[in-house]
């Protein structure tokens, strides 16, 4: 297969990142505007997406008109048309909606409020499948779009720790794996969905736990993880080749999805095994990775 670079693919499109404030979102933003395109950030925190926003103008060629901040929490699905409008309306289209926003998880199952539950559905799930439906009608109308959305290898495989999260997780990818069929005869409509295993951000510092506003104690070390920018340029590769879908990960993790997805009997025992270290790892106070 013939392989674009990001390069000649990306420069120039007008690309909407959400969870542009921070971890990969933000490392998305950089490389996108030193290639050129025009950007939305989105997110809750206007001053971090100003922060963002000042980054890009020093790292690129960019202008104050090609980066439109949009502060936009995606859990507040009614807020979602009139920012798609602003969008809209600001550059005139709409090349590449980059469904980022999200939040992890950190609690056992029998310890967790329903509530949780509710709020990583909430975000992960609704808050992108909405604002993907409110920029699809713009996409078809031109026939010509990519819908590329962060999901994880929790998408696929079970994770302890994370039972709410990896349900939102795949809920994602059989949604969009679903949309990809439907918009069969739109060839220039695509859908990505990307896979990260650990990756260093805030994720796990911003992950829900028991109950829905107790933070966690600490997010402990996230050096071993695979560096935001790697895990950025992947993206933006993905995104520029059409994939359908993407892994992107270190091993063990890596060889752990394989197994996951080709040798499921043998991934639940090894995974088994893990899962109880991790599990003993909680509780005596250990963060455990991704
Ligand atoms: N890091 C990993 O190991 C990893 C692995 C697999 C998948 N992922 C996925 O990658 C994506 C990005 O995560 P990250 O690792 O970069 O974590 P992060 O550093 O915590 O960034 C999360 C982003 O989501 C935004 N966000 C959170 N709640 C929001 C809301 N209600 N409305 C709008 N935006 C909201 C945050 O911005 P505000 O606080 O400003 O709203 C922030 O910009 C997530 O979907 C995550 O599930 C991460």
Known sequence: MFV???ESKLRGSVVWVTG??????????????????????????????????????????????????????????????????????HFGRIDILVNNSGR???SLCVDTDLDVFRGLMELNYFGTISLTKHVLPHMIERKKGKIVTISSVTGFIGVPLGSGYAASKHAVQGFFNSLRIELGCYPGITVSNICPGPVQSKI???????????PLESAGDQTYKMPAERCAR????????????????????LLISYFWQYAPTWAWWITGKLGQKRIENFKSGLVCAF
Not at 60 to 72: H, Q
Not at 204 to 214: D, G, K, R, S, Y
Not at 234 to 253: F, G, K, M, R
């Open 4 to 6: 674009y670079f990001v």
């Open 20 to 89: 542009a404030s921070s971890g990969i979102g933000e490392a998305v933003c950089y490389q996108l505007a030193k290639l050129g395109a025009q950007l939305v950030l989105s997110s809750r925190r206007e001053a971090e997406l100003l922060r963002v926003k000042k980054k890009c103008l020093e790292i690129s060629n960019l202008e104050n008109k090609d980066i439109l901040v949009v502060p936009l929490d995606l859990i507040n699905i009614n807020a979602h048309k009139a920012a798609t409008d602003k969008v809209v309306e």
């Open 104 to 106: 992890s998880q950190r």
């Open 204 to 214: 796990v510092e911003n992950a829900f736990t028991e109950h829905p506003n107790q």
């Open 234 to 253: 992947l993206i933006l590769v993905t995104a520029a080749n059409d994939l359908n879908e993407s892994w992107i990960s270190d091993h063990p993790y």
